[in-house]
Protein backbone atom coordinates (compact mmCIF):
# COMPACT_ATOMS: atom_id res chain seq x y z
CA UNK A 1 0.00 0.00 0.00
CA UNK A 2 1.15 3.59 -0.09
CA UNK A 3 3.61 4.99 2.31
CA UNK A 4 3.72 8.48 3.66
CA UNK A 5 3.83 10.93 1.40
CA UNK A 6 5.23 14.65 1.56
CA UNK A 7 5.00 17.50 -0.46
CA UNK A 8 6.71 19.43 -1.96
CA UNK A 9 10.29 16.92 -1.88
CA UNK A 10 12.55 20.05 -2.57
CA UNK A 11 11.98 23.75 -1.90
CA UNK A 12 13.80 26.99 -2.38
CA UNK A 13 12.61 29.90 -0.69
CA UNK A 14 13.95 33.11 -0.10
CA UNK A 15 14.61 34.37 3.14
CA UNK A 16 11.68 36.15 4.87
CA UNK A 17 9.32 33.90 2.91
CA UNK A 18 6.42 31.78 4.26
CA UNK A 19 6.39 28.46 3.81
CA UNK A 20 3.88 25.31 3.90
CA UNK A 21 5.08 21.50 3.68
CA UNK A 22 2.60 18.96 3.71
CA UNK A 23 2.08 15.40 5.04
CA UNK A 24 -0.03 12.60 4.10
CA UNK A 25 0.31 9.74 6.35
CA UNK A 26 -0.53 6.01 6.12
CA UNK A 27 -4.45 5.88 5.89
CA UNK A 28 -5.81 5.15 9.46
CA UNK A 29 -2.72 6.12 10.90
CA UNK A 30 -3.17 7.84 14.64
CA UNK A 31 -0.07 9.71 15.15
CA UNK A 32 1.80 12.10 13.19
CA UNK A 33 5.20 13.16 13.99
CA UNK A 34 7.17 15.71 12.17
CA UNK A 35 10.96 16.12 12.65
CA UNK A 36 13.96 18.51 11.13
CA UNK A 37 17.07 17.00 10.30
CA UNK A 38 19.78 19.47 9.33
CA UNK A 39 23.14 18.23 7.07
CA UNK A 40 25.24 15.75 9.28
CA UNK A 41 22.74 14.83 11.77
CA UNK A 42 20.12 12.73 12.84
CA UNK A 43 16.71 13.54 12.59
CA UNK A 44 15.26 16.13 15.90
CA UNK A 45 11.69 15.65 16.86
CA UNK A 46 9.27 18.87 16.22
CA UNK A 47 6.26 18.25 17.28
CA UNK A 48 3.56 14.99 17.72
CA UNK A 49 0.12 14.92 16.71
CA UNK A 50 -2.36 12.53 18.19
CA UNK A 51 -5.39 12.55 15.84
CA UNK A 52 -6.14 16.08 15.36
CA UNK A 53 -4.63 17.50 19.32
CA UNK A 54 -1.68 18.56 18.98
CA UNK A 55 -0.08 16.34 21.62
CA UNK A 56 3.40 17.96 22.23
CA UNK A 57 4.93 20.67 20.18
CA UNK A 58 8.19 21.25 22.37
CA UNK A 59 10.45 20.87 19.39
CA UNK A 60 9.47 23.54 17.70
CA UNK A 61 12.34 25.90 17.51
CA UNK A 62 10.75 29.19 17.57
CA UNK A 63 6.92 30.69 17.40
CA UNK A 64 7.75 31.42 13.23
CA UNK A 65 7.14 27.16 13.27
CA UNK A 66 3.13 26.05 13.21
CA UNK A 67 1.74 22.64 12.79
CA UNK A 68 -1.45 21.73 11.98
CA UNK A 69 -3.85 18.74 10.92
CA UNK A 70 -7.04 19.79 11.10
CA UNK A 71 -9.00 16.52 10.25
CA UNK A 72 -6.36 13.79 12.03
CA UNK A 73 -5.15 12.64 8.54
CA UNK A 74 -3.35 15.28 6.27
CA UNK A 75 -0.92 17.63 8.29
CA UNK A 76 1.01 20.98 7.47
CA UNK A 77 4.23 22.47 8.58
CA UNK A 78 4.19 25.79 7.81
CA UNK A 79 7.16 27.87 9.01
CA UNK A 80 6.89 31.60 8.69
CA UNK A 81 9.67 34.35 7.90
CA UNK A 82 11.91 31.56 7.08
CA UNK A 83 15.87 32.19 8.24
CA UNK A 84 19.11 30.45 6.97
CA UNK A 85 19.50 27.90 9.58
CA UNK A 86 16.25 26.58 8.67
CA UNK A 87 17.39 25.28 5.84
CA UNK A 88 16.70 21.19 6.25
CA UNK A 89 15.02 17.97 5.63
CA UNK A 90 11.87 18.17 6.84
CA UNK A 91 10.64 14.64 7.73
CA UNK A 92 7.30 13.26 8.37
CA UNK A 93 6.43 9.79 10.10
CA UNK A 94 3.20 8.36 11.28
CA UNK A 95 2.34 5.25 13.62
CA UNK A 96 -1.11 3.21 13.73
CA UNK A 97 -0.69 3.72 17.84
CA UNK A 98 -1.52 6.71 20.33
CA UNK A 99 -1.08 6.36 23.44
CA UNK A 100 2.50 8.13 24.17
CA UNK A 101 4.42 4.61 23.84
CA UNK A 102 6.91 4.14 21.21
CA UNK A 103 6.38 2.53 18.63
CA UNK A 104 7.63 1.60 15.12
CA UNK A 105 7.59 5.26 12.90
CA UNK A 106 7.27 4.95 9.24
CA UNK A 107 9.08 7.55 7.34
CA UNK A 108 8.16 9.50 4.87
CA UNK A 109 10.60 11.08 2.00
CA UNK A 110 11.32 14.22 3.02
CA UNK A 111 11.07 17.39 2.12
CA UNK A 112 14.65 19.35 1.46
CA UNK A 113 14.36 23.36 2.53
CA UNK A 114 16.55 25.63 0.99
CA UNK A 115 16.66 29.48 2.24
CA UNK A 116 18.96 31.21 0.18
CA UNK B 1 17.80 14.94 29.42
CA UNK B 2 17.78 12.13 26.64
CA UNK B 3 20.50 11.48 24.18
CA UNK B 4 22.20 9.08 21.84
CA UNK B 5 25.24 9.23 21.06
CA UNK B 6 26.85 7.09 18.18
CA UNK B 7 30.48 7.71 18.37
CA UNK B 8 31.44 6.92 14.89
CA UNK B 9 30.50 8.56 11.64
CA UNK B 10 31.65 6.07 9.78
CA UNK B 11 33.18 2.40 9.62
CA UNK B 12 34.40 1.19 6.85
CA UNK B 13 34.92 -3.27 7.10
CA UNK B 14 35.32 -5.55 4.28
CA UNK B 15 32.41 -7.76 2.95
CA UNK B 16 32.33 -11.10 5.52
CA UNK B 17 34.19 -9.50 8.53
CA UNK B 18 31.70 -8.54 11.81
CA UNK B 19 30.11 -5.40 12.33
CA UNK B 20 29.48 -3.26 15.39
CA UNK B 21 27.90 0.01 15.30
CA UNK B 22 28.20 1.43 19.06
CA UNK B 23 25.40 3.13 20.44
CA UNK B 24 25.16 4.32 23.86
CA UNK B 25 22.07 6.50 25.80
CA UNK B 26 21.13 8.88 28.53
CA UNK B 27 17.62 8.25 29.70
CA UNK B 28 16.27 8.01 33.80
CA UNK B 29 13.38 5.84 32.66
CA UNK B 30 13.12 2.06 31.12
CA UNK B 31 14.17 3.02 27.61
CA UNK B 32 12.61 1.54 23.93
CA UNK B 33 15.65 1.31 21.67
CA UNK B 34 15.25 1.57 18.30
CA UNK B 35 17.83 0.59 14.90
CA UNK B 36 16.62 2.60 11.90
CA UNK B 37 18.49 2.12 8.59
CA UNK B 38 18.70 4.55 5.34
CA UNK B 39 19.63 2.65 2.45
CA UNK B 40 21.00 4.91 -0.59
CA UNK B 41 17.86 7.00 -1.92
CA UNK B 42 15.42 5.16 0.25
CA UNK B 43 13.11 6.56 3.03
CA UNK B 44 14.48 5.58 7.05
CA UNK B 45 12.65 3.00 7.64
CA UNK B 46 13.24 0.04 10.91
CA UNK B 47 15.65 -2.04 10.95
CA UNK B 48 15.04 -3.65 14.92
CA UNK B 49 13.44 -2.55 18.09
CA UNK B 50 15.40 -4.28 21.44
CA UNK B 51 12.00 -4.78 23.13
CA UNK B 52 11.11 -7.87 19.84
CA UNK B 53 14.85 -9.18 20.32
CA UNK B 54 14.79 -10.32 17.41
CA UNK B 55 17.06 -10.70 14.30
CA UNK B 56 16.87 -8.41 11.03
CA UNK B 57 19.19 -8.93 8.31
CA UNK B 58 21.18 -10.80 10.53
CA UNK B 59 21.87 -7.93 13.10
CA UNK B 60 21.01 -7.88 16.54
CA UNK B 61 21.17 -5.35 19.30
CA UNK B 62 21.28 -6.35 22.73
CA UNK B 63 20.14 -3.51 25.33
CA UNK B 64 22.79 -3.52 27.93
CA UNK B 65 21.42 -0.78 30.89
CA UNK B 66 24.52 -1.30 32.89
CA UNK B 67 26.36 0.62 30.60
CA UNK B 68 23.27 2.62 28.77
CA UNK B 69 24.40 1.02 25.33
CA UNK B 70 22.69 -1.09 22.31
CA UNK B 71 25.02 -1.83 19.91
CA UNK B 72 24.16 -3.15 16.43
CA UNK B 73 26.01 -5.93 15.32
CA UNK B 74 26.19 -8.63 12.56
CA UNK B 75 29.05 -11.45 12.51
CA UNK B 76 29.30 -11.21 8.70
CA UNK B 77 28.67 -7.75 6.44
CA UNK B 78 27.14 -8.06 3.31
CA UNK B 79 27.86 -5.46 0.20
CA UNK B 80 24.04 -4.80 0.64
CA UNK B 81 24.54 -3.24 4.44
CA UNK B 82 25.54 -0.40 3.34
CA UNK B 83 23.66 2.36 4.43
CA UNK B 84 23.27 4.96 7.13
CA UNK B 85 22.34 3.63 10.80
CA UNK B 86 20.30 5.82 13.38
CA UNK B 87 20.08 4.63 16.62
CA UNK B 88 16.82 5.98 18.50
CA UNK B 89 15.34 6.46 22.04
CA UNK B 90 12.17 6.51 22.17
CA UNK B 91 10.12 8.89 24.88
CA UNK B 92 6.68 9.75 25.50
CA UNK B 93 6.39 8.89 22.24
CA UNK B 94 8.95 10.68 19.99
CA UNK B 95 12.47 9.73 19.20
CA UNK B 96 15.32 10.62 19.75
CA UNK B 97 17.91 10.06 17.08
CA UNK B 98 22.14 9.95 17.12
CA UNK B 99 23.88 11.59 14.79
CA UNK B 100 24.09 8.70 12.51
CA UNK B 101 27.17 5.92 11.53
CA UNK B 102 27.38 5.45 7.72
CA UNK B 103 28.14 1.81 7.33
CA UNK B 104 30.24 0.65 4.09
CA UNK B 105 31.17 -2.75 3.30
CA UNK B 106 33.85 -2.95 1.09
CA UNK B 107 34.47 -6.24 -1.60
Known amino acids: GAGVSQSPRYKVAKRGQDVALRCDPISGHVSLFWYQQALGQGPEFLTY????????KSGLPSDRFFAERPEGSVSTLKIQRTQQEDSAVYLC????FGGGGSQEQYFGPGTRLTVT | AQRVTQPEKLLSVFKGAPVELKCNYS??????LFWYVQYSRQRLQLLLR??SRESIKGFTADLNKGETSFHLKKPFAQEEDSAMYYCALGTAGKLVFGAGTILRVKS
Open chain 2, 50 to 51: HI
Open chain 1, 93 to 96: ASSP
Open chain 2, 27 to 32: YSGSPE
Open chain 1, 49 to 56: FQNEAQLD
